[in-house]
């Protein structure tokens, strides 16, 4: 798959990816993509982290310069120096990666920080108080991902504004033990049942797999209407679990064709809807 979108086998294909970086036979892997949006970067992120542990002078690189120049100004720094990086694009509209990896209680600042000069100047004008729980169900996702995750390379988070297309995108990954696996050792969902139950269990309302007193839940409840209301979009992927819910649709739940690594979160914020409809953008 050349071109990544947000339907699910594009989701599901990111581990034809990871492939390709880990059958490389030398330190310089080639990937075969030629358009990739800011799930793809941090994903791609989290792996090379991930790969360059045990292969520190791994790097990678597309076959399409154009996507080197877009992962090039988006931060990503695993990239191979032979590639073609002229003629860049303009930054202004790219929400680069950006590394949170520590306890929650280290990071929590960063990510509110993060949230506030980097994401908030993207979405519509809200409340004061709207904001804030924003802020809270965002940093819950990282929080999650430290927490529950156990990954040495804490969360990737990445995003791009597209105004021609009236919305922005930001995502989150980390490559630890992941919501299915974090589930089914909580022993709440059986070994029978597909992975994307572990994630519809771990999304509803008072669900939890810390002791009792703790927060519960992925904190997603608000973003999700806040996201349904405005016409966006949320999905959830790991393992061959896929949850997705795009505006007023009811959820999808879904398996994969390929398995990832921990847990990948992908958000679709819609600051114009009539521009969005117009341009019929395919889910």
Same mark, same amino acid.
């Given at each position: 798959? $050349?071109?990544?979108?947000?339907?699910?086998?594009?989701?599901?294909?990111? %581990?034809?990816?990871?492939?390709?970086?880990?059958?490389?036979?030398?330190?310089? %892997?080639?990937?075969?993509?030629? @358009?990739?949006?800011?799930?793809?970067?941090?994903?791609?992120? #989290?792996?090379?982290?991930?790969?360059?542990?045990?292969?520190?002078?791994?790097?990678?690189?597309?076959?399409?310069?154009?996507?080197?120049?877009?992962?090039?100004?988006?931060? @990503?720094?695993?990239?191979?120096?032979?590639? +073609?990086?002229?003629? !860049?694009?303009?930054?202004? +509209?790219?929400?680069?990666?950006?590394?949170?990896?520590?306890?929650?209680?280290?990071?929590?600042? #960063? &990510?509110?920080?993060? $949230?506030?000069?980097?994401?908030? =100047?993207?979405?519509?004008?809200?409340?004061?108080?709207? *904001?804030?729980?924003?802020? !809270?169900? $965002?940093?819950?996702?990282?929080?999650?991902?430290?927490?529950?995750?156990?990954? *040495? /390379?804490?969360?990737?988070?990445?995003?791009?504004?597209?105004?021609?297309?009236?919305? @922005? !995108?930001? %995502?989150?990954? +980390?490559?630890?033990? =992941?919501?299915?696996?974090? &589930?089914?050792?909580?022993?709440?969902?059986?070994?029978?049942?597909?992975? *994307?139950?572990?994630?519809?269990?771990?999304?509803?309302?008072?669900?939890?797999?810390?002791?009792?007193?703790?927060?519960? =839940?992925?904190?997603?409840?608000?973003?999700? !209407?806040?996201?349904?209301?405005?016409?966006?979009?949320?999905?959830? &992927? *790991?393992?061959?679990?896929?949850?997705?819910?795009?505006?007023?649709?009811?959820?999808?739940?879904?398996? $994969?064709? /390929?398995?990832?690594?921990?847990?990948?979160?992908?958000?679709? &914020?819609?600051?114009?809807?009539?521009?969005?409809?117009?341009?019929?953008?395919?889910?």
């Amino acid at each position: 798959m $050349l071109y990544y979108g947000i339907k699910p086998e594009s989701f599901g294909q990111l %581990a034809v990816i990871g492939r390709q970086i880990h059958e490389a036979r030398t330190d310089d %892997a080639r990937i075969k993509v030629k @358009f990739v949006r800011p799930y793809g970067i941090v994903y791609l992120d #989290q792996l090379m982290l991930n790969a360059s542990s045990q292969r520190p002078l791994l790097r990678v690189s597309s076959t399409y310069s154009e996507v080197n120049r877009y992962l090039k100004q988006s931060g @990503f720094n695993h990239l191979t120096k032979h590639c +073609d990086l002229s003629n !860049e694009f303009p930054t202004e +509209d790219i929400i680069k990666i950006r590394r949170f990896n520590g306890t929650p209680l280290q990071v929590e600042d #960063q &990510v509110v920080t993060w $949230l506030k000069e980097n994401v908030f =100047g993207f979405l519509p004008a809200l409340s004061k108080k709207l *904001s804030k729980r924003i802020v !809270e169900n $965002l940093w819950e996702i990282v929080h999650n991902g430290i927490l529950h995750g156990k990954s *040495s /390379n804490g969360v990737s988070a990445a995003g791009q504004f597209y105004p021609q297309m009236g919305y @922005f !995108e930001v %995502a989150f990954c +980390d490559n630890g033990l =992941g919501i299915v696996n974090t &589930v089914r050792n909580h022993g709440v969902v059986t070994s029978s049942e597909p992975d *994307s139950e572990c994630i519809k269990w771990a999304i509803q309302k008072g669900n939890s797999t810390m002791p009792a007193g703790t927060s519960a =839940g992925l904190g997603l409840h608000l973003l999700r !209407e806040f996201l349904r209301v405005n016409c966006g979009s949320i999905q959830i &992927v *790991s393992g061959e679990g896929y949850f997705g819910q795009f505006g007023e649709e009811s959820p999808s739940y879904l398996t $994969l064709r /390929n398995s990832i690594a921990g847990t990948l979160v992908n958000l679709r &914020v819609v600051f114009d809807n009539n521009l969005y409809q117009m341009k019929g953008e395919d889910k």
